[in-house]
């Protein structure tokens, strides 16, 4: 590859289900990647595996790269999926399916070369084999020692095999892996690597049964013609990376061959493992974007329907297995793009932690303005049957933000600024409401009615200690049983936050009812 050509590079899931988020960081490194260096960031359905195709999958991607903000520049236009070459995607069409009648010429030519070979083995002749190995404390390996007794152009005549290709449909093109070389290949995170070819297999690239490539062979011929600088993908496809290498040298393309930067697993919050769905049902987070409704009903929760910014999610990824090198935290997305390089991605896994993922929502949530939020607040009103002011809302907002880490928090810690308690929590009654509170409470809502100095949290507050201590009564005596009377129970805000957001004629309004009730 020489240094004057264009940043371009992909990121090419496979629609077999909802994304990972395992997968979405490697959409933003790409992402990253390309707006750093002034590239283009592609997105690639790489949907050659028609037997683990999921309906509704492939639209999932490209929504969930929406909500996230990770926007392609080539590969997508209006939500689809571009089908088709055009001047404005000259690399179209960019679902693998659809660039079937590419991959099939590519392989012959690997045969012609002498680089690969038609393989006619039947599935039940190689678990034979499997069995057979198995019986003897070994592992069936497809590969240049045994190649040599299988059913193959390699050991068959050419009118036997002309034959076979002519007359069955089960066949496939396998690459033929050198013996005893060695690959030695380099890595953008994990630097130098050899590996010798007698630890390889031939790897099926091409099958006759659907006229499908594999993902070796498709990807690499994409990444050919789009043009693809830098693959930056996950680590499970590290052990592929030797036999790629050779798929480029096989081809004749190594001046234009990629670089390749090979990312960390994302670990369980144990550490020990993959994270998976599993973990997430088990602990109670989620490991997807958004909600993912499979073909049978199935419905898994995402990180959008369960209240996190889209920012704070991609914010908090882009630190799972990356840092800037320096005591920062709290990134947007231009900032990330500023600071982000494959030298600082690290090598070692990187662990999920799930409390660490609310800790980027409520930094967040704090950062935003109190009508910004309270835009965000009105459908959860709503849903609860309440209208209010914007005003009002963005009055309530300002008491409670500190206390939430999702919006959907500004109703379950303080429902009683918007709505007043229509009953009392029993324990919070026999422990609180005793015989000398009706003429405290009495006089304490004369004082409320009768204030009329600086209306903020701390004059209030201010107030009405002072003169519960000229009384002679002590705080939390008075002031559990207050709030008892304002919210329903003896837990939540303080009282001059409650009074300060429901105002002094609500307040007295609530003090009544609990003195005609109670």
């Not at 690499?220 to 693809?228: F, N, S, W």
């Amino acid at each position: 590859m020489t240094e004057t050509r264009k940043t371009r590079v992909r990121f090419a899931p496979s629609p077999t289900g909802p994304l990972h988020i395992g997968g979405v960081r490697t959409a933003l490194y790409n992402y990253l990647y390309a707006r750093q260096h002034g590239g283009t960031f592609v997105l690639r359905i790489e949907d050659t595996d028609s037997g683990r195709f999921v309906p509704g999958a492939e639209q999932y991607i490209i929504e969930a790269l929406a909500w996230c903000g990770i926007t392609p520049d080539e590969g997508v236009e209006d939500g689809k999926v571009v089908e088709s070459a055009s001047e404005k995607h000259p690399y179209g069409p960019y679902r693998q399916s659809q660039r079937r009648s590419i991959y099939r010429k590519y392989a012959e030519q690997l045969v012609a070369d002498g680089w690969a070979y038609y393989a006619f083995d039947t599935a039940e002749e190689l678990a034979a084999r499997r069995t057979e190995c198995e019986s003897r404390g070994q592992t069936f390996i497809y590969n240049q020692v045994s190649r040599k007794a299988l059913r193959n152009s390699l050991t068959l005549s050419a009118e036997e095999t002309q034959r076979l290709l002519s007359e069955t449909t089960g066949w496939t093109i396998r690459f033929k892996m050198p013996e005893n070389t060695v690959v030695a290949m380099d890595d953008l995170i994990r630097g130098h690597i050899e590996v010798n070819t007698d630890t390889l297999d031939d790897k099926v690239l091409w099958k006759r049964a659907d006229e499908l490539p594999t993902y070796h062979l498709a990807n690499i011929v994409d990444d050919h013609l789009m043009e693809i600088t830098e693959v930056i993908r996950g680590e499970e496809w590290l052990p592929s990376l030797p036999l790629h290498y050779m798929l480029y040298k096989a081809f004749g393309w190594q001046d234009s061959q990629p670089r390749f930067a090979h990312l960390s697993l994302l670990l369980k919050p144990s550490g020990q493992g993959k994270l998976s769905k599993r973990d997430g049902d088990k602990l109670g987070f989620p490991v997807f974007p958004l909600r993912w409704i499979s073909p049978e009903g199935e419905v898994t929760r995402g990180y959008r329907e369960d209240g996190y910014f889209p920012e704070a999610f991609i914010n908090m990824l882009a630190f799972l297995g990356w840092n800037p090198g320096d005591e920062r935290e709290i990134l947007s997305l231009p900032e990330l793009v500023d600071a982000f390089s494959l030298e600082r991605v690290i090598k070692s896994g990187a662990r999920f932690n799930p409390e660490k993922a609310k800790w980027y929502n409520r930094e967040y949530l704090r950062m935003k303005s109190d009508a910004e939020l309270a835009g965000l607040y009105v459908p959860v009103l709503e849903e609860h049957g309440v209208e209010a002011a914007p005003e009002y809302v963005q009055r309530a907002i300002s008491v409670i933000k500190d206390r939430a880490t999702f919006v959907a928090d500004f109703w379950t810690a303080a429902p009683y600024l918007f709505v007043a308690p229509s009953e009392y929590t029993p324990k919070d009654v026999a422990k609180f409401w005793k015989e000398d509170n009706y003429g405290r409470l009495s006089a304490v809502r004369d004082r409320i009615a009768a204030y009329s100095g600086d209306w903020a949290v701390s004059a209030i507050a201010g107030y009405l200690e002072g003169w519960i201590k000229e009384a002679g009564w002590t705080l939390g005596g008075v002031m559990n049983c207050l709030r008892l009377t304002l919210t329903g129970s003896a837990s939540g805000l303080g009282i001059a936050e409650i009074i300060y957001t429901i105002g002094l004629q609500e307040a007295c309004a609530r003090i009544d009812k609990a003195l005609n009730t109670l």
